[in-house]
């Protein structure tokens, strides 16, 4: 990356995609709705059953002009998900300022170990253990998505919830590869605690990005 790129990155002119694309949403409050998903490179969380490690380096990823990549979202759906990697690495305010020009909807999903920018209407917050949210970020969340991989991220899923909002919406997902074994689990915390939601990754089951 030569120093014009950093300066173009720095201010959000330019964005490391590793993808974008339309499909479903399948995960949490808007499960099933069309949404138009840009995937940002960049993540220095390290959850070891990340389902996207490829999105960890930036410089894997190239960089492309942020207006553009929202010009080209907005011509197939008004609902856009920003996730990653770490989409808060990033200076996302050009970017959700043009799609917001263009009458889109913006959500988010992240982990919340970086300050928010940009102009957001839905946060999906993901905290993780090895990079626990910025204080701020938890009374703006709109929901909150804990992953269970194994008894422990129950007592974690509780202390999370005590620090988000009374109108946030509290949801449990299996990691994906613990499912079988997680989601009995969860059905029974969730009786006993019926504040919370199971999530499930409808779109691995529909076999849809």
Known sequence: MNLTEEILLKEGKMLPVMEHFYTLQGEGAYTGKAAYFIRLGGCDVGCHWCDVKESWDPNLHPLMNAEEIAETAAK??????????????????ILTSKLKELGCTIHIETS???PMSGQIDWITLSPKKTGLPKEEIYAKAHELKVIVFNNND????????AKVSENCTLY???????????YPKITDFILENPEWRASVQTHKYLNIP
């Open 172 to 182: 449990l997902q299996s990691e994906w590869s613990k499912r079988d074994e997680m």
């Open 112 to 114: 919340g170990a970086y």
């Open 76 to 93: 197939h759906c008004k609902t856009i998900v920003l996730t990653g990697g770490e989409p808060l690495m990033w200076n996302l305010d």
């Open 154 to 161: 129950f007592k974690f899923a509780q202390e999370q919830a």
